[in-house]
């Protein structure tokens, strides 16, 4: 089963911030936070992930609180492109195991022009 | 790196027939993993192999499907005797099992049962 809860859809404006929230309530010690989106007949893309500390990227930055309960997504300038399925994701850091990617529902993100 | 590859990209076929889909993963990438995708769902985990070891099946998995990877690169997921409930998206992804580890999907192969 999934581990995260995020919101079911989301509107966004076109050139604005798009933050995409995800409760995370369970996490353990060892287990990362993981974004994945899908943009509409595609395959799921990787965005970025982070273990506690903020990440930021070419695509995105990862916000996690203190207490690794919830994170959030932040497209910083938000495009017509950025349109698609966002999924949260709890897994272990796969150094010495695997682990594979549950995806729960996601967030459908619009962004309207 | 050219990214996962799937083939063919849709399928067509015909209650009770048997189908075969290929994926070819990103070179030197050990893991792959198969999902299904039905419209509205997200993914939802098939099978998992490390190398040309199959290590995890779902109980999604029923005994019309297999899947095999048998030199450790490429594999196939193969169903028989298809019905109409076995139409969705069939996803490929791969990783590596050191450092990087995100996993890296293809495009998919949608099936039509009809």
């Known amino acids: 089963d999934a581990k995260t809860t995020q919101p079911t859809s989301m509107d966004c404006a076109e050139g604005r911030a798009a933050n995409l929230p995800c409760n995370h309530s369970?996490?353990?010690?060892?287990?990362?936070v993981y974004w994945y989106r899908q943009i509409h007949s595609q395959g799921p893309q990787y965005i970025i992930h982070?273990?506690?500390n903020n990440e930021t990227n070419e695509m995105a930055s990862l916000i996690i609180t203190e207490d690794r309960k919830s994170s959030t997504l932040i497209l910083p300038h938000a495009t017509l492109r950025d349109t698609a399925v966002y999924y949260c994701?709890?897994?272990?850091?796969?150094?010495?195991?695997?682990?594979?990617?549950?995806f729960g529902p996601g967030t459908s993100l619009s962004v309207i022009p | 790196d050219t990214g996962v590859s799937q083939d063919p990209r849709h399928k067509i076929t015909k209650r009770g027939q048997n189908v075969t889909f290929r994926c070819d993963p990103i070179?030197?990438?050990?893991?792959l993993y198969w999902y299904r995708q039905t419209l509205g769902q997200g993914p939802e985990f098939l099978t998992y192999?490390?190398?040309?070891?199959?290590?995890?099946k779902s109980r999604l998995l029923s005994d019309r499907f297999s899947a095999e990877r048998p030199k450790g690169s490429f594999s196939t997921l193969e169903i028989q005797r298809t019905e109409q409930g076995d139409s969705a998206m069939y996803l490929c992804?791969?990783?590596?099992?050191?450092?990087?580890?995100?996993?890296?999907f293809g495009q998919g192969t949608r099936l039509t049962v009809v």
């Open positions: 992804a791969s990783s590596r099992d050191v450092g990087n580890t995100e996993a890296f």
């Open positions: 369970t996490i353990s010690g060892n287990e990362y």
């Open positions: 982070g273990l506690k």
């Open positions: 994701i709890v897994r272990v850091g796969m150094k010495t195991s695997y682990d594979k990617v549950i």
């Open positions: 070179s030197e990438h050990n893991r």
């Open positions: 192999f490390q190398n040309e070891a199959q290590l995890e």
